[in-house]
Nanobody, 115 residues
Framework: QVQLVESGGGLVQPGGSLRLSCSAS????????MGWYRQAPGKQRELVAH???????NIADSVKGRFIVSRDNDKKTVYLRMNSLKPEDTAVYYCRASWGSRDYWGQGTQVTVSS
């Protein structure tokens, strides 16, 4: 069982920035593909950004050019840098780790973009 703990969420004004972190408990972190998802009230959970074990990234069109995903295998942590935040980015952000049949989710961290 892999424990994922997200942090870094909070309240930010439009145009502001946040960096989310997701720390994993597994020593095999480097083999996991990692993803950031978000779910706004009344909406389905959606993929925001993904980074493979090899470091290849994929960013959703809705946040492309504003969000950056990265990972530090030594720290067993994946990051989501969010710039130029908009009110529509308000959601609970979840971290996901996947490797073969193994699939784990974090508990989520709230991001609220409001003036």
């Amino acid at each position: 069982q892999v424990q994922l703990v997200e942090s870094g969420g909070g309240l930010v004004q439009p145009g502001g920035s946040l960096r989310l972190s997701c720390s994993a408990s597994t020593l095999l972190f480097r083999v996991y593909n990692m993803g950031w998802y978000r779910q706004a009230p009344g909406k389905q959970r959606e993929l925001v950004a993904h980074i493979t074990s090899g470091g290849d990234t994929n960013i959703a069109d809705s946040v492309k050019g504003r969000f950056i995903v990265s990972r530090d295998n030594d720290k067993k942590t994946v990051y989501l840098r969010m710039n130029s935040l908009k009110p529509e980015d308000t959601a609970v952000y979840y971290c996901r780790a996947s490797w073969g049949s193994r699939d784990y989710w974090g508990q989520g961290t709230q991001v609220t973009v409001s003036s």
